[in-house]
Structure formats: C-alpha cells, structure tokens
C-alpha cells in the first residue's frame, strides 16, 4: 500500500515536488533549484517512498541521476493519462500535485526506464543512424551535381573505389567552383564513412 508519494515537475532550472499521503493530503509543497545536491537533500527523508516524475527531457535526466542514488522512480507520459491531460490550471505546483495524486490513485501507465547499459547503446544506434542520413544527403548532393553536367557514373557502386575512380575522371568537365565543391563532398563522405566504421566497431 502506498503511504507516501512524491511528484517531481522538472524543469531545465527548477524542480516543484509535493509530498502527499495516501489519503491525499499533502505533507509540504516546494520549489526548489534544479541541481542535484539540493533535489537529493529534500528528497533523502523519503528515500524509501515512490517518486513520480513526467518524461520531459529534464525529467529524464532527473530520472537517471535519482536511480543511481537508489530511489524508486516512475517515469510517465502525463499525455497518456486522462486526470493529467484534463483542462486544469497549469501550473508547477499543480503539475507536481497531479503526478503525485494520479500515481496514489493507481491511473498511470509508466514508461519503461532502460539500464545504463541499454542507454548507452541507443546512443550510439541513434548517432549511427544520423551518419546514415548525412551520407546519403552528401551522396544525392553529388549526384545532383553530375546530373547537371550529364554525367552518369557506370560503375554499380558510384562511391565505391571504381566510381570514385570515374567521378574523378570528370572533374575537368566541371567548372572551377563544382570541383571544389565536389571535393568538398568526397571529403565528407570520406569522414563519414570512417565515423561509420567507428560507431560499429
């Protein structure tokens, strides 16, 4: 059974938490700066009581450095519950008050909340991803670029050590300015690619 609960409204410079009792009355309400030392010492008398706190980006972080210190959190989508996404007038410490009343409640749905471990992967899926999208940005910038002279690369694979070979057979057909920024985009590409490998590796 629940006896006491916390709601955390993070926000980039500020956190606004509301200690309340299972019967919903409410022990203290604060504001307080967004930095660890203060968060951990207001929150250290509750250590063993649920923490709620919304999936901002400043929740989340918040999130992770409260779970190294061992408290119980509970990250949610306020969005997904329906006492939360109601017209009410918003406000820190009324945000903070319906996290902690919805969760006493049992009306939330909680987000999963990956290991470090896990994080750090999806870290670097998403900057693998990213590189993905760029190469393929500077390799249509390329294509564009000899499609505008009637340059078609023959080779299977026109970024392969063959169709480099053949890109750099045209660079006289280009004028000075396109050769310099053809270059430019091999470079990247070139860059690219050996972050590519990195990530993977």
Excluded: W
Excluded at 148 to 156: E, F, L, N, R, V
């Amino acid at each position: 059974m629940i006896d006491i609960v916390i709601g955390l409204d993070v926000h980039k410079r500020s956190v606004y938490a509301t200690v309340m009792e299972n019967d919903g009355n409410i022990i203290i309400q604060r504001n307080m700066e967004n930095n660890m030392e203060q968060v951990n010492k207001f929150l250290s008398v509750y250590k063993d009581h649920d923490i709620v706190i919304e999936s901002s980006t400043s929740g989340k972080y918040l999130c992770k450095e409260l779970l190294k210190l061992n408290y119980t959190i509970h990250l949610i989508n306020p969005a997904k519950v329906p006492e939360i996404s109601n017209n009410y007038k918003k406000t820190d410490r009324e945000d903070s008050f319906q996290l902690a009343d919805v969760y006493r409640k049992g009306g939330m749905k909680e987000i999963y909340i990956p290991s470090g471990e896990i994080e750090n992967i999806r870290s670097l899926v998403r900057y693998r991803h990213s590189l993905g999208e760029e190469l393929t940005l500077k390799k249509n910038k390329i294509h564009a670029l000899l499609t505008s002279y009637g340059i078609i690369i023959k080779a299977t694979d026109p970024f392969g050590r063959k169709g480099l070979r053949e890109i750099e057979s045209n660079y006289s057909n280009l004028n000075y300015s396109d050769r310099i920024v053809l270059r430019s985009l091999l470079s990247d590409i070139s860059y690219i690619k050996d972050r590519e490998r990195e990530i993977e590796t």
